[in-house]
């Protein structure tokens, strides 16, 4: 008996696993906010102003947890309005950083880094160094989403000194670790390298094995971004072993994504294959749509690399489906470059140039420079080829 069918299905029942597992946890999320709602109104009533706030900030935490961050904004400035009532700082300056992280699930980085920035204000001034060094660490992050690497890495710098001084070390690994990030998504990969392997071996000495392993994912890419295939190849099945030990699904996923573009980049594309088939594989078991269509892409460029368009845009299409449904214009924006490309190889002058056009105004209308750049790029090279 064909076992295709069983095949087909094991996605479905992970599925439905996936969705009975969330239901119960929504479920028990209101059951705790509700409970929470009754001790707001009964410290309300014997006017315990100082319970009343910290209820109402544990509500926020929990629509937090629950990804309604709007929701939690609305609880934390309740809280806080009381909290500066009562001229309580040290609980002011977490309610910010709070009303930070939700601001930032929001994609509101301004709001999100005038909330850190008002909670730093407020550490410097209870002399919490502790505190101080980890809103550093945040607003570091914040502004690295802005795109403000100077900024992002001042930050970095600042929070490192106090995380050593104080002898954590597992947030001066963490630091040093998003230092070689901010290097690398700016194209620093030798500074980036410097910093992640300073993280290393801190990590290591923790037994955070997690941590190592996401540490040993970034190095083995930035060897792949730097042409050194083998340590590539050496670091990221590091990783993988790791992720497998630890049962970490999502970052198995991504290693084996990785390390099929190593070997793409070697030109043994029946390895890059069968490693992105792997990846997909667990993408769709683990319902991880963000990595599945980073696989698709993957899958798309190799079948392009190999003189098989129509293969290609098979897999395009269905990364920009996933693209499009997520709402990640970025993404969908290079996706259509990809597809530009394929059309343009094809002869397809007039789609290849919908394609990019499709792209440069993604770029354009996400502030995207460096798209728009190769969205321009690709429009005025096909002209120059067209002539």
Known sequence: MSRRISLWFLPAIALLAAALTSHAQDADTQKQIAEHEQKVSAARAAGKTLDEAEELNRIGLLYRKAHKAQKAL????????????LGNRSDEAILLANMAQAYTDLNESQKALESYTESLTIRRELHDRRG???????LGIVSSDMQQPQKAQEFY?????????????????NTLHEIGRTYSDYDQPLKALQFFQQALPLYHSLGNRSKEAEDLYDIGVV?????????ALEFLNQALAIRREVGDRDGEESAVNAIGAVYWSMGQNQKAFDLYNQALAIAQEIDDRDGEQSILNNLGATYGGIGEPQKALDFYN????IEHDLEERNDEGS????IGAIYFDLGESQ?????????????RETDDVSSEATALGNI????????
């Open 223 to 231: 060897y792949n971004t730097t042409a050194v295939p083998e340590k």
């Open 132 to 138: 101080e060094g980890n809103i550093l660490y945040d």
């Open 351 to 363: 789609k290849a140039l919908e394609c990019f056009n499709k792209a440069l105004a993604i770029a």
């Open 318 to 321: 269905r990364a920009l489906a």
């Open 74 to 85: 609305d609880y934390y400035n309740q809280s806080l309005a009381l909290e500066r009532k």
């Open 157 to 173: 710098a600042q929070a490192l000194t106090i995380r050593h001084e104080l002898g954590d070390t597992l947030g001066e690994a």
């Open 335 to 338: 996706t259509w470059n990809n």
């Open 380 to 387: 005025g090279g096909m002209y120059l080829k067209t002539q």
